[in-house]
């Protein structure tokens, strides 16, 4: 198959994402974290991996999930992205790695726009959905999150 795409499967308050495998460098337990003096909607912290300091987001609260009743009581599971500079995406679990032609993403339409910023589409596997995230998205989700405020407007 031409058009194929491997997905790492994980799940998120019951709902299944995915994303290429090819940004995948490895998936990790959990391990102490530097939580962050202000925090927003996606930077949980920092930690330090293979000798550089990597954020760690998580999708809970920019996708409307919130506080959750089960929040820290599952073990859950983080996923070292390889993008132009590495993150760590925490998740609930990490379920397979599933092959799917890329021709059955399907866009999400435009009164979903918010999460047209961090997702490529959805697809069909088996009887569910998968969103499939868009990590260039993330990536710069990220970068807007934490970028530092001009003190003077350079339009004047």
Not at 76 to 104: A, H, Q
Request: aromatic share 6%.
């Amino acid at each position: 198959m031409d058009n194929e795409q491997k997905l790492l499967v994980f799940i998120l308050n019951s709902i299944s994402f995915g994303i290429n495998v090819m940004d995948v460098r490895e998936v990790l337990k959990p391990k102490k974290l530097q939580i962050l003096p202000k925090k927003d909607d996606i930077l949980k912290g920092i930690i330090e991996y293979k000798e550089k300091i990597v954020p760690v987001i998580t999708l809970d609260d920019y996708l409307g999930f919130g506080e959750r009743e089960d929040k820290g009581r599952k073990e859950k599971r983080w996923i070292v992205v390889k993008s132009p500079e590495e993150l760590i995406i925490e998740v609930d679990n990490v379920e397979e790695i599933i092959s799917i032609d890329e021709r059955e993403i399907r866009e999400l339409p435009e009164n979903l726009a918010r999460l047209k910023a961090i997702f490529k589409g959805v697809c069909r596997y088996k009887d569910s959905l998968i969103y499939v995230i868009d990590i260039s998205g993330i990536v710069d989700l990220l970068k807007k999150k934490i970028e530092v405020p001009r003190l003077i407007d350079e339009k004047k």
